[in-house]
């Protein structure tokens, strides 16, 4: 019995990791969004790449990816 339930409780932590990981993904590319029109020149240019990238990754479903770039794109903005 314990064989199967090690597995599942390592499925279902997983899933509810990656749930959290959306929402933040989205909330992340909503907050870059938001900013791009605020920031200038290099740090502008760095926070659209990133923005770029967290949509793709979030499109593939890859969240802890989107993550990586959000927060690559938070510390260009020093937040």
Same mark, same amino acid.
């Given at each position: 019995?314990?064989?199967?339930?090690?597995?599942?409780?390592?499925?279902?932590? &997983?899933?509810?990791?990656?749930?959290?990981?959306? &929402?933040?993904?989205?909330?992340?590319?909503?907050?870059?969004?938001?900013?791009v029109?605020?920031?200038?020149?290099?740090?502008?240019?760095?926070?659209?790449?990133?923005?770029?990238?967290?949509?793709?990754?979030?499109?593939?479903?890859?969240?802890?990816?989107?993550?990586?770039?959000?927060?690559?794109?938070?510390?260009?903005?020093?937040?």
């Open positions: 019995m314990r064989r199967l339930l090690v597995p599942l409780a390592m499925m279902l932590g &997983s899933g509810l990791a990656q749930a959290d990981d959306q &929402s933040e993904c989205v909330a992340g590319i909503a907050m870059l969004q938001a900013e029109p605020k920031a200038t020149g290099a740090v502008r240019t760095k926070v659209e790449r990133e923005l770029r990238v967290a949509q793709r990754e979030q499109g593939e479903g890859e969240f802890d990816e989107c993550m990586d770039a959000i927060r690559a794109a938070r510390a260009a903005l020093g937040k």
